[in-house]
């Protein structure tokens, strides 16, 4: 397709994955803590070197047209479709004093757009890898994941914080990625669901959310005027012992918002001590408490996605819960091998009978983060745990 579009032989093929939080939802922008997995799905992208200072873009998921920018002007509102995503990684990487140029690039994309399992994040550190690669910038994990970031919120105006990035660039496989945002720290924490007889599904509603509609950057608000309010640099400073002195001190519509940023944080906590123990199975009822905090709390669940939890935990489930950012998008759940024939059943038949659209379901493993591939393919070398 490279050849097709460009007409000539790419230098290279960079993948990164999509990623499934485990648990952490909604607490990276807090300072806080958060355990996500990358997942199989990668977008990958054919790209090469040009020195002519021209960025050309093209993506199987587009609408067929390439779109041709000038590196030299590249400004945050002047790309407004897609293409402000892997144009903000080259506009964030000038920006940040790296020699880079133009180059020709090709995506194709196995993460499904719009389900919680940040394609977006996929798309921006496919392209800080691939340049880092062609340009030979020598950068870190990190160093891409925040580039990345810098992309999405100043380039493509998406107000995320940094644990879809971070897990899209610095996850490996056999390990959940235990972030504290605060501290800078990121740990590999060994999940081998498979190793106890344990599978994670999950179940793409198909509902669209849209990140940039406004609710996501309305609740962060939220979360900084709590924090200002109780004096303190973030929600991350606060313990659950804090909560009914908060609760004195906040107006009533921001305590909810409070309580499920400091529950949330503890139950990271208790899920890496888990996982650090093997206690895979453990990790069930975590989900559980994390989704009825998403859903009374944080209020960013919906019917379907409710109903895939309630049906999941019916059909045998050991937990499950929303994840990514909210109003949609996928849930996951862990399940016993002997039970997820049951559980995914149940669930089809339930969106059945409810009137929804047929969700997608299908298990993930923890699979490695953005890297250098020797060639295309959604098999074989790329899809290997
Ligand atoms: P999520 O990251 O959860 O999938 P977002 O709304 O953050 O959802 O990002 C989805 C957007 O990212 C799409 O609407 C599209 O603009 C862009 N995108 C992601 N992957 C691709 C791709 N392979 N080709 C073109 N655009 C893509
Ligand atoms: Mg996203």
Excluded at 111 to 129: F, M, N
Excluded at 170 to 193: N, S
Excluded at 232 to 246: C, H, K, Q
Excluded at 301 to 330: H, K, M, P, Q, Y
Aim: with cysteine.
């Amino acid at each position: 397709m490279f050849r097709n579009v460009f007409g000539a032989h790419p230098d290279g093929i960079w993948a990164a994955p999509g990623r499934v939080n485990l648990i952490g939802e909604h607490t990276d922008y807090n300072d806080g803590l958060a355990l996500p997995i990358a997942i199989p799905q990668t977008t990958l992208l054919a790209a090469r070197r040009r020195d002519d200072g021209q960025l050309r873009l093209h993506s199987a998921q587009g609408d067929g047209r390439v779109v041709d920018l000038a590196v030299a002007e590249l400004t945050p509102g002047v790309v407004t479709s897609w293409a402000a995503y892997p144009a903000g990684v080259v506009w964030a990487l000038g920006e940040a004093g790296h020699r880079i140029g133009g180059a020709d690039l090709h995506f194709d994309s196995m993460v499904p757009t719009g389900a919680g399992l940040s394609s977006s994040a996929a798309l921006e550190c496919v392209v800080a890898c691939a340049y880092d690669g062609l340009y030979d910038l020598g950068l870190s994990a990190p160093e891409l994941a925040r580039l990345a970031q810098r992309a999405e919120n100043a380039f493509a105006g998406v107000p995320c914080g940094i644990m879809d990035q971070m897990a899209s660039a610095c996850c490996t496989a056999g390990a959940a990625l235990y972030l504290d945002v605060r501290a800078g720290v990121h740990e590999q924490v060994p999940f081998a669901p498979e190793e106890r007889d344990l599978r994670l599904l999950i179940i793409d509603t198909r509902v669209k959310h849209d990140l940039g509609d406004g609710a996501y950057a309305a609740l962060r608000a939220g979360c900084e005027q709590a924090s200002s309010l109780l004096g303190l640099a973030a929600l991350r400073d606060l313990s659950p012992s804090d909560l009914p002195r908060a609760g004195r001190m906040l107006p009533a519509h921001l305590l909810p918002l409070v309580r499920h940023i400091v529950t949330e944080n503890a139950r990271v906590t208790e899920a890496v001590s888990h996982l650090r123990a093997g206690r895979i199975a453990e990790l069930g009822p975590i989900l559980t408490a994390g989704h009825a905090s998403l859903r009374d709390d944080y209020r960013i669940s919906c019917a379907e996605t409710d109903l895939a939890v309630e049906t999941a935990i019916g059909a045998g489930a050991l937990g499950a819960r929303i994840t990514g950012g909210g109003f949609g998008g996928s849930v996951i759940a862990l399940v016993d091998d002997d039970a997820a024939e049951t559980v995914g059943a149940a669930v089809i038949a339930a969106f059945r009978t409810h009137g929804f659209q047929a969700p997608n379901l299908f298990p993930v493993f923890p699979a490695p983060g953005a890297r250098r591939v020797e060639r295309a393919g959604w098999g074989g070398v790329e899809l290997g745990p």
